[in-house]
DNA sequence: TGTTTTTAGTTTCAGTTGAAACTTCTTTCT
DNA sequence: AGAAAGAAGTTTCAACTGAAACTAAAAACA
């Protein structure tokens, strides 16, 4: 009664291979924002910045927006909020008026490498005791994935 | 000049597990959501507790948040837009005062089954030339590093 | 039974994000 | 050179999300 389309009502949303992802990310993305989000207030996006600019020393934001997969908006934020916190400066591009070259201080280079060890180890930990192949296999599939989601333009 | 510290700058954002899953993830989301984003202007959230309902028929909102390992707040607010769209009814539950038994209107379950083939199709996109084993192995990854993150306490 | 504690769900508030429009500067084209 | 097209960043707007406070009802307890 009522229930017309009792048929095929089959789909099992835990063994959905996207919801596994998503749930999976989450977890991850916790685990690795406990390392900076609290103890230096700082958002995924400016650890981010900051770990671009902690290894390529300058760049402009565009670059940054590469490197990182984030949007313009995104790293223009993070970058803002970073020199406001005098943990970024920005100099005139002489060959590009439009965008400023983007480095950290040496307040940010501090507090890049207080962080960097700290979401060193929650890696190390989230990854102990699987092998490297393992993890080759894993980021494999993801290739694969990434490829297929490409060719069949999803 | 200027940059003290020039030394140990050597965290690479490309090669970090997480930064990998969360870029891997936004892919992956962004596939799905092609199949009912505009076309049913839904949300995740909204899909995600309509995906359940689809299977497990009537539900405390209670129960939805167990099984879609969403916030309270999220399948609160999803449940009530479903509800002015009518896909969703809310009966009392003799049970408990509290909480209302919620489940599919035949619009809700007609939608349902127009969507649960079209992310599926997508899934099997994702996936296409991917074996069982590979499959496998990924998900027992996935395990194996949320039970790291469980007894390292991430 | 009456008080306290817990639980279900909602609302408010603040933070993050992306799309689109906009400004400024550069490049291209004629 | 001057106009048109494109690119770099910023701002505005709207949507999604989570934490905390709140309401209402159930369970625990004394």
Not at 7 to 22: A, M
Not at 59 to 71: D, K, P, Q, Y
Not at 83 to 105: C, H, I, P, Y
Request: hydrophobic fraction near 40%; charged fraction near 30%; proline fraction near 2%.
């Amino acid at each position: 009664m009522t229930t017309e389309n009792n048929k095929d009502r089959e789909f099992e949303l835990h063994s959905f291979f996207p919801y596994l992802v998503r749930d999976f990310y989450a977890e991850v993305t916790r685990a690795v924002q406990s390392a900076y989000r609290l103890d230096y207030d700082m958002s995924p996006a400016e650890w981010r910045c900051m770990a671009i600019l902690g290894k390529d020393q300058t760049l402009a934001a565009n670059e940054i927006v590469t490197l990182s997969s984030m949007g313009k908006v995104t790293v223009s934020r993070a970058v803002k909020r970073m020199q406001e916190r005098d943990w970024l400066v920005a100099s005139s591009n002489s060959d590009d008026g439009r965008s400023k070259m983007l480095s950290l201080t040496n307040a940010g280079v501090t507090t890049y490498l207080e962080i960097v060890p700290k979401v060193l180890e929650i890696e190390n930990k989230l990854l102990a005791n699987i092998s490297e192949k393992q993890k080759k296999d894993f980021l494999d599939m993801i290739d694969k994935v990434k490829k297929n989601r490409n060719i069949h333009d999803l």
